[in-house]
Every structure is written in C-alpha cells, then in structure tokens.
C-alpha cells in the first residue's frame, strides 16, 4: 500500500530545504518580503529570521502553543516514519538523507528549531494563526509566498476548488507564488497541477512548472511558479 495519511500532519523542513524546494536566491533571502504559507513546524523561519531575513508564516496550527504543537508533532511522528519505512522505495535516500534513521533526526532537529523559536515569533507576528484560502494580508504585501508540503501533496485530503482558490489568494498578497511538490502521498503526481493552471489562466495568471535542485519524493524535482496578471 502506498505512503498514505488520514489527515494533514504537522511536519517541519529546514531553510537549506526551503531554499532548495523553491530555487530561493541569495539575494530573495536576504531581501525578499516572504510568506511562508502552511509552514506548521518547519524551521525556515526560525533559521531565516536568524539569518536576518523578512518572513512571516502562517498556519492554522498557530492557534496553539509550543507545548500543545510539541505533542502534535510527538502523536504523529511515529506513524509517519512508519509510512516512510514501509514505503521506502517512493523515496531517494542519499547523501541529503541517507536513510529513514537520519531523516528522523532532521526531522526533529528542524521542528525543535521551530519549536525553541516559535513563542518569541509568535509575539513578534512572525508566526500568524490562519488558513487558506483567506490570508489576512493586504493586496501584493508580499514579494514571494511560498508554499511547502499542503497543496498538491494532500490531493486526497483537500479539494479541487480549495487548491484553486488558495492559489488565487496567495497569488493576490504576494507577487510571486512557489509551490511545492507539485506530488501527493504516494509520489503520484497531483492530478489538480494542470487544472490549476487552467484556472489561474482564465484570470489572467501566469504559471510555469519548473525544476528544482531537490528531490526527496521519488520525481518531485519541480515547483510550480504563479504569477498575478
Ligand atoms: C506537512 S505540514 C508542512 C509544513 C512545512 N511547510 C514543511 O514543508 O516543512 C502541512 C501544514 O499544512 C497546514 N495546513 C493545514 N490546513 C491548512 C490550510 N487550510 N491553510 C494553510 N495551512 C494549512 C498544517 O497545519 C501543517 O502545518
């Protein structure tokens, strides 16, 4: 039986991760006004901020404190590298991931990192409670928006017309939207990609998948790139 989960899971992933999902330049890190949209526990803000970057994440799961989200994480945890281990040829072990052992251990270490940060950014606004597809941002408030492991991933979990229109909102507060995977559970490819497209094209939206520097799901090398009309 192939990867599969009930529900959306919160789950974290590094700024070296992020940077390489979403083909980030050096001068987007240092410079850019990012959104990081359904970043759950992923450490990218917490390592951005220290790294003197602008970014703020939002997330439904920032209605709750660290000690609420540390033992969400400590629930799902063993069931999803269980998944992992029982599906281990949808994946590429590496010299990135060497094997399901080290990926638990960056794993933690990217969500402890979040966890450590998270009640100072919370406090500061770098950590905002909110869920697609409406976003509490301004028109364009955002230079880039990018979103890791929500849409496409949970193809079986979220809708056709919630995928369409959370791009449509991210396309509205950020000039540019990254996405990625543009693969479900299972490293099959979403079959929402092209009819996303599609939609944002009737609105005068520009769209492009293009390859990235990172592949952990077996095929999941590309990132889709939207742009408002
Ligand atoms: C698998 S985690 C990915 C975390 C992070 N982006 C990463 O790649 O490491 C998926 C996240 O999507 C969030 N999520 C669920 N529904 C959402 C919604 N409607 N809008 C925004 N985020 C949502 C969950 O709370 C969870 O933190």
């Known amino acids: 039986m192939p990867y599969t989960l009930d529900e959306v899971v919160p789950w974290g992933r590094s700024l070296e991760e992020y940077r390489r999902m979403f083909a ?15 970043d759950g526990p992923a450490s990218f803000n917490a390592e951005l901020t220290a ?19 540390g033992r969400r994480v400590d629930e799902v945890f063993d069931t999803v590298m269980d998944q992992t281990r029982a599906n281990l040829d949808e ?6 991931v060497v094997d399901p052992d080290h990926l638990a251990r960056i794993r933690r270490e990217a969500m402890d990192r979040f966890l450590a940060d998270y009640p100072a950014g919370r406090a500061a606004g770098r950590y905002l409670e909110g869920e697609l597809p409406a ?16 849409l496409f991933l949970y193809t079986g979990q979220v809708s056709f017309e919630l995928h369409l ?14 996405i990625f995977p543009l693969l479900q559970l299972g490293s099959e490819p979403s079959p929402y990609v092209l009819p ?33 009309a």
């Not at 994440?57 to 709750?64: M, T």
């Not at 994946?91 to 990135?96: A, E, K």
């Not at 229109?165 to 990254?178: G, I, K, M, Y």
């Open 91 to 96: 994946f590429v072990w590496g010299p990135v």
């Open 165 to 178: 229109a959370s791009v449509l909102e991210l396309c509205r507060v950020a000039a540019e939207v990254r």
């Open 135 to 150: 976003l509490p941002f301004a028109d364009g408030e955002f230079d880039i928006a990018v979103c890791s492991h929500f």
């Open 196 to 228: 996303v497209i599609e939609g944002l094209g009737r609105v005068d939206h520009a769209a492009r998948v293009t390859p990235v520097d990172y592949e952990f799901q077996r095929g999941g090398n590309r990132m889709l790139r939207c742009y408002r």
């Open 51 to 69: 790294a003197g970057g602008r970014v703020v994440s939002i997330d439904p799961l920032y209605a709750f404190d660290a000690d609420a989200i």
């Open 24 to 38: 980030l330049t050096p001068d987007e890190l240092a410079g850019a006004r990012i959104l990081g949209c359904a």
